[in-house]
């Protein structure tokens, strides 16, 4: 047996005792394909800084060993003739593709039960959520099924399920990684990202992922970022921005307690922690839930059933009939409020006063930070999320409630900028998530932050 | 921002999308919240926004790259007849048709 057939049956294994705890983190997996990839890989002889390591792929992205069904019935066994950019990276880094890893039914919704397939539970409280949408990867991760995972973000959706977990989630720079193969959601808003049990990890694995794609109009024209360097023994010289805005009165108290405790460490090791304010944030969640809808209205058109997909037409004779039927049953009931959302608000009559004024806020959102930046600040830390993990149940009945668990993330993904989450503590046993922001392009420093944030603090100790 | 059952039918149409009687209540209740929380933007005055720089679109190069897909469309697509995707008929087409 070679080293990446017994990497890969050890990983099946792994996986296997994940899922028999109804941890629900894979859609879709198998030894036999695992075993599969392995026999490739030792037959090319593969070393790359990947080489032998299961990545889990959220569903979103495209893949052909397993089918890619976004997490909705409307994809239902659908497998992709072609593969992303992304897991293109990862096979040619030595990787294996683990299994495809559940996630919120076309990545929108911040739980995981808005999969059509059942939610993943998080493995450090199998009554709570995981967070979403990415919550399969970060669940897989938490649970020790592998190490890495990738993820996607349209508003928060890689760092508020790797806060609820307990793990390490980065969401880079819009155009740093290829969206080539991420099934659209928010085209100018949607960007993968990485899951690691550690900083290390995940920022590795954005290091192969990272770099430009000609199939992606919007990628940066940058090398790739690499692998990370060594945790700084000193923060001497580094400013921390603390956005005021983030800190409201009533904040939560264990993530209160748990940030306080963050940013003496980051005194600690030499970093200057600095007052600042970002006067937009207030109108972050609303200005996302115009444009991401908006987006999602024309991404999603293209579910019809008349290209590829599963087609309703039970003998309808009309065509747009067969269109309807195919939507009105496929698409479950997060999707279908985002569609026809994004719809109303793009509708003649009311596009300047929601979408329009959504995007001029956007800019403004935007400048906040850009300003914050040009003053010298190298970092922002905030919370990942307004409370720890929540119970399965409590927000479905009501979105608004989903939507401002997003409140802290949703500013990076509508600014560009990156911003990761590492845990920073532990409140009544839930993990909770510190959030480092980075100026355009400013993966490294962050992520050099993190590292040293991350040796500093106890992150599975209670923080009150 | 108060939606109507009309309003709902109406984007229902736009959007392609199958609405059933009770889905459609329960969504003018939503979209009707979801409406009014978002109206707060209305606070921001465009003074507020002005000065901020638009960044143009980048445009990729106007040629055609093929894609390798490991499937063809006439494997993948429900219904394909003679090098083309196949629908039932628009509706509105035959009724024209049928006009005096």
Same mark, same amino acid.
């Given at each position: ?180 193969? %991420? ?157 026809? %959302?994004?719809?109303?608000? %793009? ?118 | ?57 980048? %445009? ?41």
């Amino acid at each position: 047996m070679t080293d990446f057939v017994r990497a890969a049956r050890e990983a099946a294994q792994r996986i296997a005792a994940c899922e028999e705890k109804g941890t629900h983190a894979f859609l879709a997996w198998s030894e036999a394909a695992l075993v599969e990839q392995a026999e490739r890989l030792a037959k090319a002889d593969a070393t790359g800084p990947l080489a032998g390591e299961a990545v889990a792929v959220k569903d979103v992205i495209a893949e052909s060993v397993f089918p890619t069904t976004c997490g909705s019935k409307i994809l239902e066994g659908w497998r992709s003739p072609f593969e992303a950019t992304v897991v293109r990276r990862l096979r040619e880094a030595g990787a294996m593709v683990a299994g495809k890893a559940n996630c919120d039914e076309f990545a929108m919704g911040s739980s995981t039960e808005w999969s059509a397939y059942g939610p993943s539970r998080n493995p450090v409280d199998p009554t709570r959520v995981p967070g979403g949408s990415s919550g399969g990867s970060a669940a897989a991760v938490a649970a020790g099924a592998v190490t890495m995972a990738l993820g996607s973000e349209t508003g928060g959706s890689v760092r508020q399920p790797a806060a609820f977990c307990g793990i390490v989630g980065i969401k880079p720079t819009y155009g740093r990684v290829s969206r080539y193969g %991420l099934v659209a959601f928010g085209s100018s808003l949607d960007q993968i990202g990485t899951f690691g049990k550690d900083v290390v990890s995940a920022a590795r694995l954005l290091g192969v992922i990272s770099g430009r794609d000609d199939r992606d109009a919007t990628s940066l024209d940058r090398i790739p970022l690499g692998e990370p360097g060594p945790a700084p023994a000193s923060l001497k010289g580094t400013v921390i921005g603390v956005p005021r805005e983030y800190f409201p009165e009533g904040l939560h108290a264990g993530i209160k307690a748990a940030s306080d405790r963050a940013l003496a460490r980051l005194r600690d090791l030499g970093a200057e922690v600095r007052d600042v304010s970002l006067p937009h944030t207030k109108y972050a969640v609303p200005t996302y839930y115009i444009v991401a809808p908006a987006e999602a209205s024309s991404n999603l058109a293209r579910y019809d059933g008349v290209r590829y997909g599963p087609r309703a037409d039970g003998g309808l004779t009309d065509v747009r009939a067969v269109y309807r039927a195919t939507r009105g049953h496929g698409f479950g009931p997060e999707v279908r409020r985002r569609i026809l %959302l994004g719809t109303y608000v %793009l509708s003649a009559g009311y596009y300047d006063a929601y979408y329009r004024k959504a995007q001029r806020v956007r800019e403004a959102i935007r400048a906040d930070f850009a300003r914050v930046f040009a003053q010298g600040v190298h970092a922002l830390f905030t919370p990942t999320t307004p409370t720890p993990a929540f119970k399965f149940g409590e927000n479905t009945a009501d979105p608004l409630a989903m939507y401002l668990s997003d409140v802290y993330v949703c500013t990076a993904n509508l600014a560009w900028v990156p911003a990761l989450s590492l845990p920073i503590g532990r409140d009544q046993g839930l993990p909770i998530g510190g959030q480092l922001i980075g100026a355009m392009e400013g993966e490294a420093t962050i992520i050099r932050i993190a590292q040293a944030l991350e040796r500093a603090v106890n992150a599975t100790a209670e923080v009150r | 921002m108060s939606v109507s059952r009309r309003d709902i039918e109406k984007i229902a149409a736009l959007a392609e999308l199958g609405v059933d009687d009770a889905s459609a209540a329960e969504l003018e209740k939503q979209l009707t919240r979801i409406l009014d929380y978002v109206a707060q933007l209305s606070e921001v005055t465009d003074d507020a926004t002005s000065a901020v720089d638009e960044r143009a679109a980048r %445009l990729r190069r106007d040629v055609v790259d093929p894609d390798s897909l490991s499937r063809t469309p006439k494997e993948i697509a429900p219904a394909f007849t003679d090098g083309l995707f196949t629908v039932p008929r628009l509706g509105e087409l035959d009724r024209g048709e049928d006009a005096p």
